[in-house]
């Protein structure tokens, strides 16, 4: 596609509810990330793929966050028994370098998925 | 510990004057250096990035950043704002070993008045 596509744009969720947000990167891209940006602040690193393989999930913020890229294309980040505090605008990125940005590639961003729990 | 600060949430300027944005990293050593632009309801877009080479870049929209190693900084600027400037910018790092881990800054919220 013309660029990082995700959805839903919004999603509101019972406390103790599940939910799936989905990222369809840019065709080809290898490289694919998870960010979560609270209200007034910067993105914060979830995780990473480089194809299919999740190469640091570091930034997951407990058990509860699961991220997914099963065919090295469409990835999913799911989080389980959702809480007050996982509301935020998800965003996902995506990059043609499977390696360290070099000096002619860049980090491509969707327009995010804002998840609110109640 | 690696960390981006923008010391300023807010600016207000008004149209027409220059502008420039702060931004300090601290990390073990020099990482690769962007700064992005968010406006409401929208994703993040790159307006320029450094890697290596000439310490002045210049990026998209008419903005220009400078590296100075010795202060640890990468500040934005720009010499004449417009009202469609107003967004929110953020500094970012990533490092040059060890990971795709991108942190960014808490962001600084421009406001341009006529």
């Known amino acids: 596609g013309a660029g990082v596509s995700q959805s839903p744009r919004y999603k509101v969720a019972k406390r103790g509810q599940d939910v799936a947000l989905r990222c369809d990167p840019i065709?080809?891209?290898?490289?694919l990330f998870w960010y979560q940006q609270a209200l007034g602040q910067g993105p914060e690193f979830l995780t990473y793929?480089?194809?299919?393989?999740?190469?640091?999930k570091s930034g997951l913020p407990s058990d509860r966050f699961f991220a997914e890229r099963p065919e090295g294309s469409v990835s999913t980040l799911k989080i389980q028994r959702t809480q007050q505090e996982d509301s935020a605008v998800y965003l996902c990125?995506?990059?043609?370098?499977?390696?360290?940005?070099?000096?002619?590639?860049?980090?491509?961003f969707g327009q995010g998925t804002r998840l609110t729990v109640v | 510990a690696q960390s981006v600060t923008q010391p300023d949430i807010h600016i207000t300027v008004s149209e027409g004057a220059s502008l420039e944005l702060r931004c300090n990293y601290s990390?073990?050593?020099?990482?690769?250096l962007f700064w992005y632009v968010q406006s409401p309801g929208q994703g993040l877009q790159l307006l320029l990035k450094?890697?290596?080479?000439?310490?002045l870049v210049q990026g998209i929209k008419g903005f220009e950043a400078e590296f100075k190693r010795s202060q640890s900084s990468f500040n934005l600027r720009k010499p004449s704002v417009h009202w469609s400037d107003a967004a929110e910018y953020f500094c970012?790092?990533?490092?040059?070993?060890?990971?795709?881990?991108?942190?960014f800054g808490a962001g600084t919220r421009l406001f341009v008045k006529a």
């Open positions: 990125a995506s990059s043609a370098s499977g390696t360290l940005p070099t000096g002619d590639t860049e980090a491509f």
């Open positions: 065709s080809g891209h290898v490289s």
């Open positions: 793929f480089q194809n299919e393989a999740q190469l640091d």
């Open positions: 990390y073990g050593a020099t990482p690769y």
């Open positions: 450094y890697f290596s080479g000439d310490t």
């Open positions: 970012a790092v990533v490092g040059r070993t060890g990971g795709f881990k991108t942190i």
